[in-house]
């Protein structure tokens, strides 16, 4: 079992619609947790961290889950220009970062 | 499947001296890796595009005299960096593309820490 798991997609949405993601991990010791974006064979970007809490970034929601061990990002009114893959990355105490493979998301017009 | 590892995963050296890096794909092939640096704030810049049996690609600004990449097989490319300076302490993070006929995915190691005292 991989120890970040996401849905490789794609996902094809529709422009306007709400798009959610969730990535699972497998170690209980992680430590921080965060969303990337990466578009094709460029840089990922930081996206948003993930608090227990959770946390809301304009059209971004990012939650946690401790107890079930999964993260999930949602994407309300997505545009165009959301189409990219996105990357669940785990952060270990001994700080290593765990990727998981990312979910390709596709808005349509 | 398709796991990228990367070895040493921390290493701390002295001013001056060089450091190598190793990414490996364990279970796939790999003719593309590329080479991050991770800043403060998690924020990722693409160091280099390593192609295999091919003289790697360099993003502007870096040195490639400074940072060396070998892409040698279809499973290690190596990353040294050379008279290494504080500076240049980092996390550095590589990653394999596998590419299909549908899709090319890209696969992370989980990183090497550089502390050059």
């Known amino acids: 079992r991989k120890e970040v798991e996401q849905d490789p997609g794609p996902f094809n949405v529709p422009e306007g619609a709400t798009v959610a993601f969730n990535c699972t991990y497998s170690?209980?010791?992680?430590?921080?947790f965060f969303w990337y974006r990466q578009d094709c064979r460029k840089e990922p970007k930081l996206l948003m961290s993930?608090?227990?809490?959770?946390n809301e970034d304009g059209r971004f929601t990012a939650q946690l889950n401790r107890a079930s061990q999964y993260i999930s990002l949602l994407i309300r009114d997505s545009k165009l220009s959301d189409s990219a893959t996105y990357l669940c990355?785990?952060?270990?105490?001994?700080?290593?970062?765990?990727w998981g493979a990312g979910t390709k998301l596709i808005i349509k017009p | 499947g398709a796991v990228v590892s990367q070895h040493p995963s921390w290493v701390i050296c002295k001013s001056g001296t060089s450091v190598k890096i190793e990414c490996r794909s364990l279970?796939?092939?790999?003719?593309?890796m590329f080479w991050y640096r991770q800043f403060p704030k998690q924020s990722l810049m693409l160091m280099a595009t390593?192609?295999?049996?091919?003289?790697?690609?360099?993003e502007q600004g870096v040195e490639k005299d400074k940072f060396l990449i070998n892409h040698a097989s279809l499973t290690l490319s190596t990353l040294t960096v050379t008279s290494a300076h504080p500076e240049d302490s980092s996390f550095y993070i590589c990653?394999?593309?596998?590419?299909?006929?549908?899709?090319?995915?890209?696969?992370f190691g989980p990183g090497t820490r550089l502390t050059v005292l």
């Open positions: 990355v785990v952060l270990y105490s001994n700080y290593q970062l765990i």
């Open positions: 990653s394999a593309e596998l590419g299909t006929s549908y899709t090319d995915t890209q696969y």
């Open positions: 279970d796939f092939q790999a003719t593309t």
């Open positions: 170690n209980s010791a992680s430590q921080s």
């Open positions: 390593s192609n295999e049996g091919s003289k790697a690609t360099y």
């Open positions: 993930v608090y227990s809490s959770g």
